[in-house]
């Protein structure tokens, strides 16, 4: 009996550390794998605070330390998968995988919950969630889509669900909270404040519908005007060609004349000269014939005979040209040349003022280019900011140096007091300075890789959750940079970029606008990815190094 083939994504077989491929793969006892090295470094950070070592994904704690051992299989089905590539998982695949919301009934292998009731509390997949349909008191249960946060509508304190929303302290809390902490507070049902909030909703999206239509209206005539530009350009292009072909073709027949008049001109003096030349020749050789004649007579010892053939000699006939012919050098064809070099200086001096017209015409042409964003690296500089690292921020072994403006990662804490704002878990930093405005700020890193961030303020600091690393929430925006790749992190989202690699990377921010724009720095500026959001708080920049001695810095530009 033939068997389907297996299919399977990248994500099933990435390292939920490194966000890698699993390199000398290890699986510990939870089930969970990861490279060997990623889950090394983990649990030394966890071996320096306490004796207890967990799984990075699921929390489950082992004591004493597992031992690691690589995984062979996993190893060769990872090195076949990057021979063969990698497939992606089919469609109407409905098993849970590590994003996706679980069923809270299914026993074993979990397949994926397709609804979450706000009642129960409780996610359920298409066959567990059938009696919501079918039982008359399940019928009145509220049903959302799919969420892994639904303990969050749990009041932490009274283990009750919190139906009631305070708007003296604006949260949600239940009806215990009423009876003791918001005793006397202004409380409204839970659904009462949706409604309100509801409205406030819309009116909010009505505003930024009304945006949208004025922004296209915007895009709509900057596409007008790019193809007024390309017409106007096209034909342009096409009329000056025509032209200055016309003139290329005048200069060709001009040529050509002169050629013939001169190659004419050359016949007929030629023509002349071999005349006056077979002439001459001529009158040589009578010459000769006499003098011949008077040789032989001169000879003569018969003096009767001398004196009788003497007066038969012809006399000498008087010659037809001058004694000596004067031919001075012919200048006429000179005078030519020099005529013709006279138009071509002429006309490269007229081609060399008039292109300069022609020149500034071109680029003084009343061309609309409205993107606020900068299109040269002199152009970002004017939005340059100084920004400086803040050590209330910084991981214990992040070392802070050159005026806090670059940050290493060191194999030994440093001596910093205990602060609010500190990260605790991830090897993070912050700046000192809030970000509004246009801003712009260049990172130079060595080693392994960095993550390049910006984040508000009220980003999570404890524990290793996803809420606290730059990129895994929606409170930072993340790229993520190594020898190999770059990557976009936002919110559970990655996305893979393509682009030259650099050891310098620039980040454009128009806070009011909503752009956050990441760059490619070396001898030239290449946009690797461009985020189009509404920001609504200050953001501040962050760095977030892989391993020991990798070096990051915010470079002076100014």
């Keep these: 009996m033939a068997q389907k083939g297996v299919q399977l994504d990248q994500e ?22 990861y490279c060997m090295n990623c889950i090394k470094h983990f649990w030394d950070r966890e071996e320096e605070k306490q004796k207890l070592y967990s799984c990075p994904q699921c929390r489950q704690t082992f004591i004493p330390r597992p031992v690691l051992v690589k995984s062979t299989m996993l190893a060769v089905l990872v090195e076949e998968l990057k021979k063969t590539g990698l497939q992606a998982a089919p469609a109407d695949h409905c098993y849970a995988g590590p994003e996706d919301v679980v069923c809270g009934v299914c026993t074993g292998r979990k397949l994926k919950a397709i609804k979450s009731c706000l009642s129960c509390l409780a996610s359920y997949c298409e066959k567990h969630l059938q009696p919501h349909y079918d039982a008359a008191p399940l019928k009145k249960h509220k049903l959302v889509a799919p969420s892994k946060k639904l303990q969050e509508n749990i009041c932490s304190r009274h283990d009750e669900v919190m139906k009631i929303f305070c708007h003296t302290d604006q949260q949600s809390i239940c009806y215990l909270c009423t009876m003791d902490e918001h005793k006397g507070h202004e409380t409204v049902p839970a659904a009462a404040e949706r409604t309100e909030k509801q409205k406030e909703l819309e009116v909010r999206r009505l505003n930024i519908q009304q945006r949208i239509q004025d922004l296209e209206k915007d895009v709509k005539l900057l596409q007008q005007e790019v193809e007024a530009i390309n ?27 002169v050629k013939q008049q ?10 002349r000269v071999k005349e006056l030349q077979e002439k001459l020749e001529q009158e040589i050789a009578e010459l000769k014939r006499k003098d011949a004649e008077l040789e032989q007579l001169s000879h003569t010892e018969d003096h009767n005979q001398f004196l009788h053939n003497y007066p038969s000699l012809s006399a000498l006939s008087e010659s037809t040209h001058s004694s000596s012919i004067n031919i001075g050098p012919l200048r006429y064809f000179e005078d030519v040349t020099a005529a013709v070099s006279e138009t071509r200086e002429k006309l490269q001096d007229i081609l060399r003022e008039e292109w300069i017209n022609i020149s500034l015409t071109v680029t003084e042409e009343d061309v609309l280019l409205s993107p606020s964003e900068p299109k040269t690296r002199a152009g970002f500089l004017k939005y340059s900011r100084e920004i400086t690292l803040d050590p209330n921020t910084a991981h214990r072994y992040l070392l802070l140096s050159e005026g806090n403006r670059e940050v290493t990662l060191m194999e030994q804490q440093q001596s910093y ?21 246009c801003c712009y700020w260049e990172v130079e890193w060595r080693g392994e ?3 390049v961030a910006v984040a508000y303020k009220n980003i999570s600091r404890a524990g290793s959750s996803d809420d606290c690393l730059f990129g895994l929430n929606g409170k930072s925006w993340s790229l993520f940079c190594d020898k190999n790749r770059h990557l976009f992190l936002y ?24 752009i956050l724009s990441f760059y490619s720095v070396s001898e030239t500026m290449t946009l690797l990815h461009r985020v189009q959001t509404t920001f609504t708080q200050p953001l501040y920049a962050g760095l977030y190094l892989l391993d020991y001695k990798d070096t ?7």
């Excluded at 939920?16 to 939870?30: E, Y």
């Excluded at 096409?238 to 001009?254: A, P």
């Excluded at 205990?418 to 700046?431: A, C, G, M, N, T």
């Excluded at 990051?552 to 100014?558: G, I, P, Q």
């Design 12 to 33: 099933t077989f990435s390292c939920s550390i490194c966000l890698d491929l699993l390199k000398d793969p290890v699986t510990i006892p939870c089930g969970h794998s």
């Design 231 to 257: 017409g106007s350009a096209d034909k342009a292009v096409e009329d000056s060609e025509k032209m200055l072909t016309e003139l290329i073709r005048l200069i060709q027949k001009r040529s050509s004349d």
């Design 262 to 271: 001169v190659r004419s001109q050359q016949e007929t003096e030629v023509s």
């Design 417 to 437: 007091s205990d602060h609010p704002d500190r990260f605790i878990e991830w090897y993070q930093v912050l700046s000192r300075e809030s970000l509004t405005g």
């Design 449 to 451: 890789g960095v993550y």
């Design 491 to 514: 919110n559970q989202v990655r996305i893979p970029l393509s682009g030259p690699r650099s050891s310098r990377v620039g980040v454009y921010l128009d806070h009011r606008a909503g």
């Design 552 to 558: 990051a810095e915010l470079s002076k530009l100014n």
